[in-house]
């Protein structure tokens, strides 16, 4: 990737990638789930993903996605306002480059314009490339049960 990615929210032009890209990283979920929890998203007919951020390399490809709620509690963190992450994927050609940094501070800013001063996020105990993720992007490790949080 030669520049740095352009972080924005997701659009209805964007479903195709989004859904390639959330069948890749929740493969226990059929395509078919997925492109309807994509359209009832894109019709705001649900209340969780909150928002959805997607990156875009200059020439328009997609790199990846984060997608976020508002939580009344997550692990270790007691502001009763957590931002949460509840996906986050980078396509492998794009991963290490900053990507996932991008869509994590693009999300801190958002979180942060919605009066949240807690991030939290999670990952499977096995999935030690995710956990590397989160730490690179600045999170702490808090359970075992790999929740994280970042201050706001």
Known sequence: MDSSPLVRPVETTDSA?????????????????????????????VARP???????????EALGFAELSIRPYAEECYSGNVAFLEGWYVVPSARRQGVGVALVKAAEHWARGRGCTEFASD??????????????????????????????
């Open 17 to 45: 990638s989004w859904l390639s890209m959330r069948c890749e990283l929740w493969p226990d979920g059929t395509c078919q789930e997925h492109q309807s929890e994509i359209a009832e998203f894109l019709s705001g007919k």
């Open 123 to 152: 990952t499977q105990l096995t999935n030690s490339a995710s956990t590397s993720a989160h730490l690179a992007a600045g999170f702490t490790e808090v359970a075992q049960v790999r929740c994280f949080r970042k201050p706001l």
């Open 50 to 60: 909150a928002a959805v951020l997607i990156a875009v390399a200059p020439d328009g």
